[in-house]
C-alpha cells in the first residue's frame, strides 16, 4: 500500500521528468522514496557560477502537509546556511505550503544562493563578509564552488560534523 | 462522388467535472485532477469532494482537511481558510461524448 506522501511523491519525480526545472536535479533512492538526492547547480552569472551543490531532502509519511528536512551534504558558503549544511529558509518553517513540491522547493533554495537574506544569518562570518566585504565573500564562495567540483570524486560528505 | 458512412453502433460516455472554476484542474495539495481520487479515497465523485474557500481556491476536502489541522490558512494566498458555504462551489458540469465504436479510445 502507498502512502498519501508516497503517493505525492511519485506525482513530484514524474513532474520532475516531464517538466524539469532548469538547473536543478533530484531523485529518490531506490531503496526510500522518502529520502532523496539532489544537486542545484550554481545559478549563471554569479559568483556560484559552475557549482554542483549535493543536498538530500528527507520526508516523512506528513508531506506534504509537513516540510521534508533539507541540507547541502556539499560544503557551503553562505549567510543563511549553517556549517552543517541546513538551511535558514522561511519556505522550509513556518512559510511552508503543501502546495510547494520538489522543484518549488529546490528552485527556491537555487535562488536563495545568489539572493542571500543576511537579516537572517547562519553563518555570521559570511554574513558579515557579504555586508561588509562583498570582493572577499565572492572569493569565499569561489572555494566552495572549486571544492564542489573535488567533491564530484569523492562520494564522502563534506558536511561538518553538528556543533 | 460521396462517400457515405454507417455508424452501425456507439457507446455513451458519460464524463464529468466539478465545475470550471477549478485551477488547472489539479488539486494543488495531492497534485491529483479533481475528478481523482484523494489519498484514502478509492472512488471519485462524492467520496472525494472539492471544496471551495472564501478566497476561491479549491481543493479536495479530503486534502484541505488535513492541512487545516496543522495551519489555518489557504495554501495558496495564505488568507485565513473559511469554507465558501455556498453549497461547495460552482455547480458541477456534466456533458456527454458520443463516441463511435469504430475508434479505439480508453
Ligand atoms: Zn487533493
Ligand atoms: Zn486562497
Redesign the interface.
Known sequence: MS??AR??LV??FR?LQSDPPSGVTAAPLDSNILVWQAVIFGPDDTPWEGGTFKLELSFTEDY???APSVRFVTRIFHPNIYNDGQICLDILQNQW???Y?ISAILTSIQSLLSDPNPASPANSEASRLYCENRREYNRRVREVVEQSWLDEEDTTPAAAPAP | MSLKVTIKRWNAVARWTWGDHVDGDVCGICQMPFEGCPPGVKFPGDGAPVVWGKCAHAFHLQCISQWLTSKNSCPICRREWEFESSQGGPPVSFFLLFQPTTHSFR
Request: charge should be positive; avoid cysteine; proline fraction near 14%.
Open positions: 502512502s498519501a503517493r505525492r506525482r513530484d513532474r506534504p502537509n509537513k505550503s503543501p502546495i513540491d
